[in-house]
Nanobody
Framework: QVQLVESGGGLVQPGGSLRLSCGAS????????MGWYRQAPGKERELVAT???????NYADSVKGRFTVSRDNAKNAVYLQMNSLKPEDTAVYFC???????????????WGQGTQVTVSS
C-alpha cells in the first residue's frame, strides 16, 4: 500500500512564505513525476507545479517566479516552497505522484490527503 503524506500548511499573511512537504511510503519500486495541485472553495482542482525524476519542472502561470518545486529521490519526497503568497493562493494543496509499486508492472497516480493553506491578514 502506497501513501502520500503532506505537511507544512497553515495560515500566513500576504507576502509571506510557506514550505510544503510530501513523503511517499510503502512498497515502492520507482517514482516518476511528482507534483502539487490545489483546490479552492467552489473551484476545480488545478495544477500548481510538477517535477520529473530527472528534475524538469513545470509551473502554473499564476505561481511562476513565486513558487519552487523540488524533490529528494532518496527520500521519495517532494517539496513546494511558496514565497510572496497572495490571498488567491488560499486553497487545499494536494501532493501527487506517479508510482510503480514493487512487484507491479503498472504505474498509478496517488494523492495525499491535502493540506490547507490560507493567506490572509
Amino acid at each position: 500500500q502506497v501513501q502520500l503524506v503532506e505537511s507544512g500548511g497553515g495560515l500566513v499573511q500576504p507576502g509571506g512564505s510557506l514550505r510544503l512537504s510530501c513523503g511517499a511510503s510503502g512498497v515502492i519500486f520507482s517514482i516518476n513525476t511528482m507534483g502539487w495541485y490545489r483546490q479552492a472553495p467552489g473551484k476545480e482542482r488545478e495544477l500548481v507545479a510538477t517535477i520529473t525524476r530527472g528534475g524538469s519542472t513545470n509551473y502554473a502561470d499564476s505561481v511562476k517566479g513565486r513558487f519552487t518545486v523540488s524533490r529528494d529521490n532518496a527520500k521519495n519526497a517532494v517539496y513546494l516552497q511558496m514565497n510572496s503568497l497572495k490571498p488567491e493562493d488560499t486553497a487545499v494543496y494536494f501532493c501527487n505522484a506517479n508510482i510503480r509499486s514493487s512487484g507491479s508492472i503498472s504505474w498509478n497516480d496517488y494523492w495525499g490527503q491535502g493540506t490547507q493553506v490560507t493567506v490572509s491578514s
